[in-house]
Structures are given as structure tokens and as C-alpha cells.
């Protein structure tokens, strides 16, 4: 059975910095890990992307030059690294893998096979 689990969240002010853990057990994947969000009322959003078999990364808008996210295949564990945080920012984090093998890097929720339960970050002002 395959299983993420996030770590990491917490409160934090704005300005500061955050290191988000992901952890997959149950299977080795061999396509795009990558990170979304969800803010209070409302929807989904695609926060960044990488290949697991490939350098490939894609990041939002809103996040580029802030959030880094990284890989250690050997233990199976995506991370985003989230650095001048904004009260914007505040949201649940959901770490997701896409099955097969691949090297894009989608934006679409839909394309994603397995779901973390969910980190909260808050961001105060």
C-alpha cells in the first residue's frame, strides 16, 4: 500500500522559512513527485514539480525564486523548501507522485495518482 506522509508545517512569520518533508513508502515511483496547496474557501493549486528520473522542475508563479523542491530518491522523500514566506502562503500543503514513468512535471491535480493526508502552514504578518 502506498503511503505519503508530510512533515513540516507550522506557524511561522512572514519572512521566515520553512522545510516541508514527504516521505513514500509501499513503492518506488518513477515519474513526477511535486507539491500542492489549498487555502481556507479556496481551490487546489499547483505549488511546484519534479521528475523523479529526470532534473525537471516546474514551479508556480507565486512561488518561483522563494520555493525550491528537491528529491532524494534513495529514501524516497520529496522536500520543498519555502524561504521568504508571505501570509499568502498560509494553506494545507498536499505531497503527491504520479504512477508510470515519466518525465513531465504536470500542473493538474488530476494527473496524480497518490495524495499525502496534508501539512498545515500559517503564515502571520
Known amino acids: 500500500q502506498v503511503q505519503l506522509v508530510e512533515s513540516g508545517g507550522g506557524l511561522v512569520q512572514a519572512g521566515d522559512s520553512l522545510r516541508l518533508s514527504c516521505v513514500v513508502s509501499g513503492r518506488t515511483f518513477s515519474n513526477a513527485m511535486a507539491w500542492f496547496r489549498q487555502a481556507p474557501g479556496k481551490e487546489r493549486e499547483f505549488v511546484a514539480a519534479c521528475s523523479a528520473i529526470s532534473s525537471s522542475t516546474r514551479y508556480a508563479d507565486a512561488v518561483k525564486g522563494r520555493f525550491t523542491i528537491s528529491r532524494d530518491i534513495a529514501k524516497n522523500t520529496v522536500f520543498l523548501e519555502m524561504r521568504n514566506l508571505k501570509p499568502e502562503d498560509t494553506a494545507v500543503y498536499y505531497c503527491?507522485?504520479?504512477?508510470?514513468?515519466?518525465?513531465?512535471?504536470?500542473?493538474?491535480?488530476?494527473?496524480?495518482?497518490?495524495w499525502g493526508q496534508g501539512t498545515q502552514v500559517t503564515v502571520s504578518s
Open positions: 503527491v507522485v504520479r504512477g508510470g514513468i515519466g518525465t513531465s512535471t504536470p500542473t493538474l491535480p488530476s494527473l496524480y495518482d497518490y
